[in-house]
Each structure stands twice: as structure tokens, then as C-alpha cells.
């Protein structure tokens, strides 16, 4: 396998695209809507221009980051993805894997499609649990006990989806778990032999963790029964302060996008805010997160861990979003379509080009450690 003729994300996604069955890659790829929130990710990182500064000894650089008590090597994790086994195989516990050996946090997702239990064994201390509040509270709690139980340190509370969002791709496709085997599905399948063979022997993805919750759920009704139990509709604070008081390490609340969502996340007594707009995949016409980011930072008390994910796709957009005011970063896509390009070594080869373009950009800009980024190395046109 060459990985010398890949230079940027975007050339793994088109290898990926190749690679992965349509309805898989359209789930993995698309957004909401007409998907302008995706583009306006990308444009709002590309807006944005660095101001370079030389004169320096920039000779040994530091791109370590505290978070919750904890050094990681990079200031980039990986966000949490739904379905991410079916998208490549054992993609939940190849990228958990990553996270250990490479001492970056994995967030793994409540509809993800490797248990909580079998993910923190791989990478105990750098796993964080995503939860999402469904209409029976007995769920929320029992996960919430399981990821105790499971040694995880950070959970992650997802509020930004009321309803589930529309999906043109996913409809355009009739995408359901298991596909629906119509022959235009098995011809896609059967140009996609390595995907094929390894889901294969890996068995159809299941929604491990959700498992228990849906015991009487036919195998049709997977997905939309894992949707369901995603939506949180009648999140307000006071059932988010009994989540918080029910759980005794680090609390994050992902997806906020406002200062007025800040206050009242500070209010619950979260630890950190993931400003997050779910990768595009929920509101289309929602706010680009690195727009949204110096607004929320402004209004965030100085104890509040600010990160941000959604549109982050290269190095150089991580040094943009701690410029703005970020304390670090997530990404998912980019993971998984180096998976999707290159199998398992996919995953450590896209750390490896983000690392190396923040390395390279902190040189550039006259920066020697990530977390002396400041406003002052953003470019203003005065």
C-alpha cells in the first residue's frame, strides 16, 4: 500500500469514496438539508487568515494539551460517529486504538456500533462516553452507569438534536440497516470487495450499546429505533442537572452554538462545551462553529474548557480554531476516510498528516507551543 501519493484529506475522501458502499459513504459524507452547513464549516475555516510572525526562534515547538487534568500529544481528537463500523469495519475499536497508542481522547458514540464496554477496555483512559437523553429516562441513566462501571472518566452530553434531521442522501438512497439488497445495491457492493469481505466476516453492524434498549425491535427497524433514541426533544436544565449530579466525573455539553446555550451549560455545572453543529448534519442553516467560537468564548467563564468540532479537516484549521480562542479540537470524518482509503493504517496516517501541518504552521506563524495561540495571529484587514 503507497501511502506516499496522498497528500491532503481531500484525496483520501475521494479514495474513500471508491472504496465504500454509496449508501455507507453518502451516510458518513452527507449533512442536513442541502447541506449549505457543511460548506459554511469549511468556508468559515477558510475566511479565516493567519498573520505570520518571524524574527523568532521557533526551533522546538509543543503542540501538548491539558485537558481535565489529562496531557495529550495533540490537540486533536476524534469526534464521535454513529454507525462508524459500518462505514468500515471495526472502525470503533481501530480508532480507539489509535487514541491509546497515540494519547489522543475517542468519543464514542451512544449509537455507535462497538459497546461502551468493549471501547473503554481498549483505551481506558482515553475514551469518553457521548450521551444522548431519550424519551425514557431509564435509558440515559443506565448508560450513564455503565460508563462508570466502565472506567470512563468524560461524558459527553449531545443537546443539539431535538428531531432528527432531514437527510436528502440518506432518503434518496431508502438507507436502512441492513441495506435493502436491491441489485443496484449488489452491484455497489460487489465493486467494493475489501469492504464486502471484512463486514463479512465481521457480521452486519449492530448498535451494541443501544442493544439492550431495543430488544423488540426487528432488524428492519434498527436504524430508525436507534434514531429515536437519539432525539431529546424536552432537554431543559433541570433534567440536564439531574444528568450532571448523576455522574461524578468531567461533564461536557456538545453542540452549543450561542452564548445564551453557554450561560445556561455553565449553569448545569458543565466542566467543558464542545461548540459543535453535529458535522452539518442537523440545522442547514445553522452557524459555521469556528464563527460561533470567539462569541461563545467571550461569553464562557474562565474555568469553562472551550472545544469545537464540525468542519475541522486539516492542521492548519486546529491553529485557526486555538487562535480564535479554542482549547482544542475534534474531527471524525477525516478518520474515517482515511480508514476508507487505506484500511486500519488509514486512521494513524490522517493523525500523522494533521500533526505534521500544525507542526509545520506553528513554525510558520512564529509559534512555539499550541497554547500560546492567540487573536494576534489572525490577520485582521483593517
Keep these: ?13 475521494s479514495q474513500a469514496k471508491k472504496r465504500i458502499p454509496k449508501l455507507a459513504f453518502d451516510y458518513l459524507d452527507g449533512g442536513a438539508g442541502t447541506e449549505e452547513n457543511i460548506h459554511r464549516n469549511r468556508f468559515g475555516f477558510k475566511n479565516i487568515t493567519l498573520q505570520p510572525e518571524y524574527l523568532r526562534d521557533v526551533t522546538n515547538r509543543n503542540q501538548k494539551v491539558t485537558l481535565f487534568g489529562h496531557v495529550y500529544d495533540a490537540p486533536v481528537g476524534i469526534s464521535p460517529m454513529g454507525l462508524a463500523n459500518l462505514i468500515w469495519p471495526n472502525a470503533d475499536k481501530i480508532l480507539a486504538k489509535l487514541a491509546k497508542e497515540r494519547n489522543i481522547p475517542y468519543l464514542l ?31 440515559c441513566f443506565d448508560l450513564i452507569k ?13 443537546v443539539d438534536i431535538p428531531e432528527p434531521s432531514i437527510r ?53 427497524q434498527s436504524l430508525n429505533a436507534a434514531q429515536v433514541l437519539q432525539v431529546s426533544a424536552r432537554l431543559n436544565e433541570d433534567l440536564i442537572k439531574r444528568v450532571r449530579d448523576s455522574w461524578d ?17 455553565m449553569r448545569v455545572g458543565a466542566d467543558g462545551i464542545i461548540i459543535s453543529n453535529h458535522g452539518g448534519r442537523q440545522l442547514d442553516s445553522a452557524p459555521s462553529t469556528i464563527e460561533a467560537l470567539p462569541q461563545i468564548v ?41 480508514l476508507g482509503a487505506l484500511n486500519e493504517p488509514g486512521a494513524e496516517f490522517v493523525l500523522d498528516l494533521i500533526v505534521n501541518e500544525v507542526d509545520k504552521t506553528l513554525a510558520q506563524i512564529g509559534c512555539k507551543h499550541i497554547v500560546e495561540l492567540n487573536s494576534e495571529y489572525i490577520w485582521h484587514n483593517k
Excluded at 3 to 11: A, G, P, V
Excluded at 117 to 131: M, R, S, V
Excluded at 249 to 265: D, Q, Y
Design 1 to 13: 500500500m503507497n501511502l506516499n501519493k496522498y497528500f491532503t484529506i481531500d484525496e483520501l475522501r
Design 109 to 139: 458514540s451512544a449509537v455507535g456500533t462497538s459497546s461502551i464496554e468493549e471501547i473503554a477496555k481498549i483505551a481506558p483512559d482515553h475514551t469518553w462516553f457521548q450521551l444522548y437523553i431519550p424519551g425514557e429516562d431509564y435509558i
Design 146 to 158: 455503565r460508563a462508570k462501571e466502565s472506567g470512563i472518566k468524560v461524558l459527553v452530553l449531545t
Design 168 to 220: 436528502l442522501r440518506d432518503l434518496r438512497n431508502n438507507f436502512t440497516i441492513p441495506f435493502k439488497m436491491t441489485p443496484k445495491v449488489i452491484m455497489d457492493i460487489m465493486r467494493k470487495p475489501r469492504w464486502a469481505l471484512d463486514t463479512l466476516i465481521n457480521g452486519v453492524p449492530q448498535f451494541k450499546t443501544m442493544m439492550p434498549y431495543m430488544k423488540n425491535i426487528t432488524k428492519n
Design 249 to 265: 466525573g468531567t461533564f461536557v455539553i456538545k453542540g452549543i452554538l450561542s452564548p445564551k446555550s453557554t450561560k445556561a451549560a
Design 298 to 338: 467571550n461569553a464562557a467563564d474562565p474555568e469553562l474548557t472551550v472545544m469545537l468540532d464540525s468542519g475541522v479537516r486539516c492542521g492548519t484549521d486546529i491553529i485557526k480554531a486555538f487562535a480564535s480562542g479554542a482549547s482544542f479540537t475534534f474531527t471524525g470524518r477525516t478518520f474515517m476516510y482515511g
